[in-house]
């Protein structure tokens, strides 16, 4: 590694906890500021004021917020510990977020292998056909479907596939086993992924994303297939087949794998509507849910573990796409 | 040259497209961007949803559309028909015009968003983060990271679930205060709150884009030139630089209007968006997406879900027509 890499590197990391401490500070903050807290909102209608207002103690929720602020980080910081659940009661926040997580990657993975592979296979199709009728129609239908809107498309599917011809269960996952992964604590269902009901929520996560994978790959191989090199291959003889997969794609596909890398932090957050109009109890449900019932702690956790991750993974793909890409240099005031 | 001269749409000349035509570059690429026809009809689609969404005050008062609030339980749910095109909801109201009226709640929320974020926040911040550089970019691109590295769609909707009470009740003390009735029935404090949200969080990616134009567009001769004049900061960021990176700026809003059109959609689905009894897409759709509704009276997310799916099409194609014709060397 260079000095100016490692000097580039070592800056990006520095700005690391300031701008962690601006992300939580600011949700903590907004989540206490609407209306209700968790502490109201669980208990309903029948609310004893004296009882809310010794629970509130309790929790600390009437002490100042910065003051909550900072036993929360000094919690996070010292002992790792997220906090405790208010919807689910005394539950620790790591035992709910991190088995949702397993759900939401599941589906999630399964998902973005089958939208890069087809996005791929359609780019390299349409771009190999340009100038014909199949280019435009490919792209178009691809385009066409991604126009569908989630909660318009996924109902749609649910009505035909799951009502009409019953060949699936409508909503839901697999609750009847249980593996535990001791290390992240909280027990982890079997994997939900292979069972009937992940199909509905697998194809409208894949489908519409296709189009986006397709017209990179589109644009990223016809911008390769008139180098020269590709000429050359041509010229000396090597099959057609050698030529795309060895000359073409290989460089084609160099500037898609930051966005691959970027689409895998994706695959630990939940997709908010879809998990809610299939049942999924992944992360989009439990963000959405926690919002809805004030828990805050639920919410910080969401927060934080996806900003992190986020974070660290730019870091990383910065650094290792100069190990993909030798050209690429970091000057001294990149940044 | 051969490849080039095979991209290129009947009609358009080998002399347009290398530059040999006269007129400045940003009108020749509208021409070329109007002799592709995809392009020309996703224009008018969404030109004419534009339209209907800002004559709908206009089609309701000459009764051209019926009136969105009105309830006839005697005819609700039913299916298309002369005098109800798209049938009724489960109140009896006429889906058409509650159409229309949502049409119109789009075109607002995306509009004032585009204006607020797309333009101001991401033209202003990625000119100055770009000419000025040091630490006023150094802070402008960290700010800019912490808003990319929060959930989007979580923040927004935490913020419209926790703010709203805050906003709606500094809009009744602006009412009370300077006299002008009706701002909060309006619902005008949710739409600043939406918009100002989808602000928020809408600028980063295109301040990014045309921060780095502007960081090797500053090292040109021009911009030295210009500086050397005696040209004041102002002067070079607007009449020089500006310019040059406005074929980036209508790519980028273009694309980003599909988006903001599309957060309206989610936040309203959650219900922390736009609030009944104002009609928007979000709503109706979420109205009619339970199965059970859905397979009785399917006609009720047909419509509104087909004129949003057509909108996004649209914008998609067009997105893509723009990208072709005014960034040729993006590809």
Known sequence: MDSALASYLLRRLLWVPPILFIVTF?????????????????????????????????????????????????????????????????????DIIFPAMYRSAQYN???LTITISCGIALGVFAARKQGTWSDPTAIGSALAIQSIPTMVGVPFLLLIFALKLGWVPASGWPRDCNVSLGFLGGNYDCIGVLSKEAIIPVIALALPAIAVWGR????????????????????????????????????????????????LIGILEGSFILENLTGIPGVGRLA???????????????????????????????????????????????? | MAREAAELTPGESIAEVSGAASGSPTGMAIRRLLRRKVAVISLTFIFAFYLMGLTAPLLGATHVIQDYQHQDLDHDLEGPSWSHPFGTDRLGRDQLARVVWASQTTVIVTVATLFTGGVVLAVGLGLLSGYVGGWVDTLIMRIGDVFASLPTILMLILINATLKTQVRSIAADVQDFTGIGGIVRSGAPDYILIFGALSLFGWVGGARVIRSQILSLRETEFVTAARSLGATTPQILFRHLLPNVSNIIIVSLSLGLAGIAGSELVLTWFGVGIQPPRPSFGALIFDTSSIRTLNQHAYLLLFPGGIVTGLFFAFNLLGDAMTDVFTPKAR
């Open chain 1, 288 to 335: 959405f849910e926690s919002i809805g019932s004030r828990d805050y702690d639920l919410i910080m956790a969401i927060t934080v573990v996806g900003a992190t991750l986020f974070i660290m993974t730019s870091i990383f793909i910065d650094i290792a796409y100069t190990f993909i890409d030798p050209r690429i240099r970091y000057g001294s005031r990149s940044g």
């Open chain 1, 109 to 111: 993975a399964v998902a």
């Open chain 1, 26 to 94: 600011v949700t903590f903050t907004l989540a206490r500021l609407g209306p209700g807290d968790p502490v109201s909102i669980a208990t309903g209608q029948f609310r004893d004021p004296e009882v809310l207002e010794r629970v509130r103690h309790a929790k600390g929720l009437d002490k100042p917020i910065h003051e909550q602020y900072y036993i929360y980080m000094k919690g996070l910081l010292t002992r790792g510990d997220l906090g405790e659940s208010y919807r689910y009661k005394g539950r620790n926040v790591k």
């Open chain 1, 216 to 263: 990179y790959t589109r644009a990223f191989t016809l911008e390769v297939m008139k180098e020269d090199y590709v000429r050359t291959a041509r010229a000396k003889g090597i099959s057609e087949f050698q030529v795309m997969t060895q000359h073409v794609l290989r460089n084609a596909l160099l500037p898609l794998s930051t966005m691959i890398a970027f689409s």
